[in-house]
Structure formats: C-alpha cells, structure tokens
C-alpha cells in the first residue's frame, strides 16, 4: 500500500515548482536589453559588451535595443511596461533614476517599477580647462574664479544633465561662481572646449583622455574617489582640500518589477561573473571605465542614496524642470 502525501505538502510542492523550474530554463527565447541612448556612444560600447558575453555566460540570445529621447524616458519606460519575466531589460545611466525624475514633470515611471539586478560599470569624469587658460591648478582656478566672478565660463551637456550637476558641484565645492554653459549634447561642449570658447568643463573619461593626451586641453582633477589609471598624474579635488567634490555616474541592470527572484538572481550572478572578466574589464579601461557589480539590494540603497543627493543640488540651486 503506498503511503499518502498529505495535501498540505502537495500544494507546499506545487508552489516551489514554478521557482525551481524559472531559473535554469531562462532564457529559453531571445532577451532584450534596452539601451535609452543613441547607437555609437559609451553606453553602446557597454551595452553590446554585456548582450555578448550574456549570451555566452547563460547559453541564450541576447540583443541590443536603442530606444532614445527624453533624457532616457522613453527607453525606461518602455521596459518599465514590458511583460515581467525578465526577457526585456534596460540599462540604465545613474541619471534616469537619480536626476531625471527630479527634472522632468512629465514622467511615467518611478524606480519602484523596476527591480534592480546589479550594477556593471561606473564612468569617472575630469575637471579640465583650455589649453591657455591662466590656471595651472585647481588652487588657481578657484582664485581666479573669485577674482572675476561670473566671468568664468563652465560648459555642460544640457541644462539639468548630469555633467551639469558635476560642473555645479564643482564650483560650490571650490566655493567660486561661474557662468553655466548649457549646450545639446557632449560633442559640441568638447568641441567648444577644443576652440577655446569655454574655459572649463567636467568631462567623462571617455572624451577627456584622448584630448587631454592630445594637448587640446588640460586636465586639472577627477571627480571621483581615488585617482584614474588613465590620468595617474592628475589628482583627485579630494586629495586637494575639496572633500565635497566627488561625484560619478554609472551604468546598472534593471528588470521589470514583479519579474521572478529566480531570472534575478540567475541575471545578477552571470553579471557578476562578467563585469569581473578580463575581456569586460580591458573593455571598460579602454573607454575611461571601470568594472563595477552589487548586489539588487545593494543597487536599490546606491540609486536611493544618488536621488535623494542631486535632488537637493538641484533644489539647492533652483534648477528649473526641462518640461
């Protein structure tokens, strides 16, 4: 005779299946990854770099999406509104979580309709000035701010992006008033940069290194916590006597919110193992990046942490919202 299972246990059973079975079956159909950018820029390098070695890493197929516009709004909402079983994915630059939402007024997605699955890269930045501007160091830019207030010109990438937060705080961290700049997009602000037209700028790596080798401009600091392999020699505004002035951008994986535990925990191992492989991290290095990984936890707290700090930048100097 054999014996009964009792249906408490039955059903406990039935339950687990559906956990046990949607980790190792995925993916079993190609997967997305959302890119809220232009094609050719740094996150289509990361991007394409990620969708590869995904591919490799979980044995399925995984494509790139360039969904752009609205200062990546459209893009995250796109997945924000995609089915959640984790075969559409974005990646995300800090900023469509720490800055936009505080600038645009038309927004239909909050962080809490994502889950987080881990970060992949952070991208440092520069603080560099033209070629024959009177500073030398970043002592003398701060003095010679002061000494001409508003006279100095600081480009950005756009009104309320996050080059021009960087730029903002690095002229309250020096304590010094200059004139913002606010052109549409990278390409141009570097290119003015070259010319000479604009005496400063807070650059990404990416962009800065090869001008500042090139003798096309001068970089006098990098914005983030240690100093960069590819500038060794340039301090960091830290080590200088300006502890306030630290900040950086990154790149993360988020999913749907309500997409299994399972397909995120598979995602964040596979991405764990990735950003800490030769071929991702001679990738980043390359373009003025560096490997970078947590946990979804860990993920959320650093998003949450970012918010709440530009948002009161940007309360602070009564940026206006972009729409």
Known sequence: MLNRIPAWAVLALASLAPLAQAAPSYPDKPVTLVIPFPPGGTSDVVGRQLAMQLGEELGGTFVVNNKAG????????????????????????????????????????????????????????????????????????????????????NATNGLGSM?????????????????QVHYKGAAPATVDMIGGVVDSNVEALTS?????????????????????PLLPDVPTFAELGYPDVVGETWYAVFAPAGTPAPVIERLNAALRKITASEQFVRTMQQIGNQPRSSSPAELRDITQRESQRWGALIEKLKIPPVQ
């Open 70 to 153: 609205a200062s990546s709004t459209i893009g995250a909402t796109f997945v924000a509104r995609a089915p959640k079983d984790g075969y559409t994915l974005l990646l995300s630059s800090g900023s469509t979580f720490t800055v936009t939402p505080h600038l645009m007024t038309k927004i239909s997605y909050t962080l809490d309709d994502f889950a987080p699955v881990s970060a992949v890269a952070t991208v440092p930045f520069a603080f560099v000035v033209k070629k024959d501007f009177a500073a030398q160091t970043v002592a003398e830019y701060a003095a010679y701010a002061k000494a001409h207030p508003g006279k100095v010109n």
């Open 163 to 179: 080059v021009h937060l960087l730029g903002e705080l690095a002229a309250t961290g020096m304590g010094v008033e200059v004139t």
């Open 208 to 228: 800065a290194v090869p001008n500042v080798r090139a003798g096309q401009y001068r970089a006098l600091a990098v914005l983030s916590a240690q100093r960069q």
